[in-house]
């Protein structure tokens, strides 16, 4: 089984519509994040986590939420996706070893890919 | 804010040429610098990393970085490059002061021709 599982993996939807894409982790790790891949903009930090009661905005949250309901579960949701939120989301961990030192390796899930129609 | 730039969006190259892709950051502090890949439809690994000591680090599959801290700089090398290294390439940096998420640029996609 992969460390970093997301659910689904290709989703398509309407504009409109509620979507939440889920992240489950095996790896033990206290921070997770959620990042979009667009063609060119390279990766970009929606929101992360460093505990279970920690909820941070990335650079571009506008639009999304996010829920941490376990260490091993950090989901991201869209309460009404519109079409420029089509994108290729990635869920990470880091390896609480050496996070604290600022040195955030991190570990990717497979990515989910959605379209907003 | 740290930023992050990747001089080439682009780059194609024959196979056994060489490789050197660039990285800048705008940090001027204390930084732990990263290089990850992305191999088509798949998630993005881990290549190399930086974090102290020697400025040269090498990674897996033949790859190695250079850190020119007066250059701001943390360009990608390898001698010569095969087809299975066509993928896309993200630098990324981070400070190392504790709670900062990772930045990364916007990637350089590597076309490997035979």
């Known amino acids: 089984d992969a460390d970093v599982t997301q659910t689904p993996r290709n989703r398509i939807t309407k504009t409109g519509k509620r979507i939440m894409l889920e992240c489950s982790q095996t790896k033990g790790h206290d921070r997770m994040y959620w990042y979009r891949q667009d063609p060119g903009l390279g990766l970009r930090l929606i929101y992360y986590?460093?505990?279970?009661?920690?909820?941070n905005k990335g650079e571009i949250s506008d639009g999304y939420s996010v829920s941490r309901q376990a260490q091993a579960k950090f989901s991201l949701s869209l309460e009404s996706a519109i079409p420029n939120q089509t994108a290729l989301y990635f869920c990470?961990?880091?390896?609480?070893?050496?996070?604290?030192?600022?040195?955030?390796?991190?570990?990717f899930g497979a990515g989910s890919r959605l379209t907003v129609l | 804010a740290q930023s992050v730039s990747q001089h080439n969006h682009h780059v194609i190259l024959s196979e056994a040429a060489s490789l050197e892709l660039g990285c800048n950051y705008s940090?001027?502090?204390?930084?732990?610098l990263f290089w990850y890949v992305q191999y088509p439809g798949q998630h993005l690994q881990l290549l190399l990393k930086?974090?102290?000591?020697?400025?040269l680090v090498k990674g897996i599959k033949g790859f190695e970085a250079e850190f020119i801290k007066s250059k701001f700089s943390f360009n990608l090398r390898k001698p010569s490059v095969q087809w299975s290294d066509t993928a896309e390439y993200f630098c990324?940096?981070?400070?190392?002061?504790?709670?900062?998420?990772?930045?990364f640029g916007k990637g350089t996609r590597l076309s490997v021709i035979a």
């Open positions: 990470a961990t880091s390896d609480p070893l050496t996070a604290s030192s600022g040195a955030n390796v991190l570990t």
């Open positions: 930086y974090f102290s000591g020697d400025p």
């Open positions: 940090y001027g502090g204390t930084v732990n």
């Open positions: 986590s460093f505990d279970v009661k920690d909820i």
């Open positions: 990324a940096v981070t400070r190392n002061s504790g709670n900062t998420p990772l930045v």
